[in-house]
Nanobody
Framework: QVQLVESGGGLVQAGGSLRLSCAASRRIFSSYAMGWFRQAPGKEREFVAVINRSGGTTYYGDSVKGRFTISRDDAKNTVYLQMNSMKPEDTAVYYC???????????????WGQGTQVTVSS
């Protein structure tokens, strides 16, 4: 079983930055692709970004391309989401997730964190 714990959420003004972290409980973190998703109230869960297990391949949702960057540190069993030029529409609960192989579909992920709230004020 893989446990994921997100941190780094909070309140930020539009145009500002936040960095989310997701720490995994097991060493096999390096075998998994890691994704970030978000869910705003009343909306479906949305794909944000994914990074493959080697860190050499990344994909981003259209709404965050050019503003968000996903990265991983296998020595720390941690994946990061650097969020820049933030907008009020980025407000959501952000979740990290793990699976073998990259995917942009939330239903294909096996393990999920509890989520961290991000609020962007205008």
């Amino acid at each position: 079983q893989v446990q994921l714990v997100e941190s780094g959420g909070g309140l930020v003004q539009a145009g500002g930055s936040l960095r989310l972290s997701c720490a995994a409980s097991r060493r096999i973190f390096s075998s998994y692709a890691m994704g970030w998703f978000r869910q705003a109230p009343g909306k479906e869960r949305e794909f944000v970004a994914v990074i493959n297990r080697s860190g050499g391949t990344t994909y981003y949702g259209d709404s965050v391309k050019g503003r968000f960057t996903i990265s991983r540190d296998d020595a720390k069993n941690t994946v990061y989401l650097q969020m820049n030029s933030m907008k009020p529409e980025d407000t959501a609960v952000y979740y990290c997730a793990a699976r073998y192989g990259t995917s942009t579909r939330s239903v294909e992920y096996d393990y999920w964190g509890q989520g961290t709230q991000v609020t962007v004020s205008s």
